[in-house]
């Protein structure tokens, strides 16, 4: 199953084939829509009783082709193609970021393999949905790269959970673009001592918190639709070309791993979001360096959960 947020609601819908269910909106055609919350958030939160609500719904009227008449009549069922979408999670409480996860990525940007996850996080008010901007900040437009990231949307309150249940507290898979100004990153690894390289790398995680530098979505795909998270193929382009391609089989700490360590520390809730890390390609790790200018098309890409794509604008354009 595969949730979205309308954006023109905004409310919480389901994909059907190629329309959307209005999950709002067919509630005074469909009865058993009214016991549902709003948004995605809200079903995560009452849990798989809500989830099941979710999928009878869609059943129902999958299977009469009346009850679908009415609602497209009605506007509460929708041309997927055609629909405006925010992010599948527009408000978590928080999106925990792991860094230097992938192998590949390791390798082209020369760091040594960490011993632990790493982690930083990032705010909700960066967050936008699929097809808004992503805005150069005014400030320093000159190196804003990508990092397409495979993303997991918690389901249930999760503490100090083993590595082998972690997979029961994940509602779902989405992406995240954790787009990054590398303005402040060569003062990394140019620092020889210890505190100068901390604050140096707390100085680079500043880059990654602009407005808008966080596009999720398009899709919050449930556990159901991924087989296995560490085994999710994974592509970033720009303007139609391939700048990063992996597989989540080259994580150095893969999902079930980085709730089982997070979770010792954390206590995540419900639409609570951990991004995986970015696959090598970005624009920093390449000779010579690409970032985004204006004008551009930047897409994400997951077996299982679709495209993210976002055009990318100058802040005077805004």
């Known amino acids: 199953?595969?949730?979205?947020?309308?954006?023109?609601?905004?409310?919480?819908?389901?994909?059907?084939?190629?329309?959307?269910?209005?999950?709002?909106?067919?509630?005074e055609a469909v009865t058993a829509a009214r016991l549902l919350p709003p948004t995605i958030r809200g079903i995560l939160e009452a849990g798989?009783?809500?989830?099941?609500?979710?999928?009878?719904?869609?059943?129902?009227?999958?299977r009469s082709a009346g009850l679908a008449d009415r609602l497209r009549e009605s506007g509460a069922l929708i041309?997927?193609?055609?629909?405006?979408?925010?992010?599948?999670?527009?408000?978590?409480?928080?999106?925990?970021?792991?860094?230097?996860?992938?192998?590949?990525?390791?390798?082209?940007?020369?760091?040594?393999?960490?011993?632990?996850?790493?982690?930083?996080?990032?705010?909700?008010?960066?967050?936008?949905?699929?097809?808004?901007?992503?805005?150069?900040?005014?400030?320093?437009p000159d190196m804003v790269d990508w990092e397409g990231e495979?993303?997991?949307?918690?389901?249930?309150?999760?503490?100090?959970?083993?590595?082998?249940?972690?997979?029961?507290y994940v509602a779902g898979y989405t992406l995240i673009n954790d787009v990054s100004a590398r303005d402040w990153v060569t003062p990394v690894f140019k620092a020889t001592a210890v505190m100068a390289g901390v604050l140096a790398w707390e100085r680079n995680l500043l880059g990654k918190q602009f407005p808008t530098f966080c596009p999720m979505g398009p899709v919050l795909a449930t556990r159901d639709e991924i087989a296995d998270p560490d085994d999710v193929g994974l592509e970033t382009r720009l303007n139609g070309a391939v700048m990063q391609s992996a597989n989540t089989s080259d994580l150095v700490f893969g999902v079930r791993k980085l709730i089982a360590y997070y979770s010792r520390f954390y206590l995540f809730r419900p639409g609570d979001v951990i991004t995986t890390g970015s696959p090598s390609g970005v624009g920093y790790g390449r000779d010579p360096k690409i970032f985004m200018r204006a004008g551009d098309r930047i897409e994400i890409r997951a077996t299982g959960i679709g495209v993210l794509a976002n055009p990318v604008l100058a802040a005077s354009n805004r």
């Open 1 to 27: 199953m595969q949730l979205v947020t309308l954006a023109a609601r905004p409310g919480a819908g389901v994909i059907l084939g190629a329309e959307i269910v209005d999950l709002v909106g067919c509630r």
């Open 150 to 168: 495979f993303s997991v949307v918690i389901g249930r309150p999760c503490h100090a959970v083993a590595e082998a249940d972690a997979l029961d």
């Open 79 to 140: 041309d997927r193609d055609g629909a405006r979408l925010l992010a599948p999670i527009t408000d978590p409480a928080l999106i925990l970021s792991c860094g230097m996860n992938y192998r590949e990525h390791l390798r082209e940007m020369n760091s040594a393999t960490p011993d632990y996850p790493t982690s930083f996080a990032k705010n909700a008010s960066q967050i936008i949905g699929p097809g808004a901007p992503i805005v150069l900040p005014a400030s320093h």
């Open 48 to 62: 798989d009783a809500a989830l099941d609500l979710v999928r009878r719904v869609a059943d129902e009227i999958g």
